[in-house]
């Protein structure tokens, strides 16, 4: 997977990488981002999916990544399938 930024320091760079995954989804899905102490971007995965009314995520699934990657920090995130775009632009600033 090509990320645009190899380090998470803020939730600019957190938003950069869910954007690359999430641009083209037609469903509401959530991701979990995995980094080391340093902010190291250690991987990605899709830990729920939904529809426009729920998304059920089961925490041993994001627990179960985070371990396999020896994660010390991680980020939740879930996309919207309307306006993605728009969270980009507000983050930009």
């Known amino acids: 997977m090509t990320v645009p930024v190899e380090t998470m320091t803020n939730a600019k760079d957190a938003a950069l990488i869910?954007?690359?995954?999430?641009?083209e989804l037609?469903?509401?899905?959530?991701?979990?981002?995995?980094?080391?102490?340093?902010?190291?971007?250690?991987?990605?995965?899709?830990?729920?999916?939904?529809s426009v009314h729920t998304l059920p995520v089961?925490?041993?699934?994001?627990f179960k990544f985070l371990l396999t990657k020896n994660a010390e920090a991680f980020v939740l995130c879930h996309n919207h399938v309307y306006g993605m775009c728009n969270l980009h632009q507000k983050i930009s600033h």
Do not use: P
């Open 18 to 23: 869910f954007l690359s995954l999430c641009k």
């Open 26 to 50: 037609d469903r509401e899905e959530c991701f979990v981002l995995a980094t080391d102490t340093k902010g190291h971007f250690l991987g990605a995965h899709k830990v729920g999916m939904g």
């Open 58 to 62: 089961a925490l041993t699934n994001i």
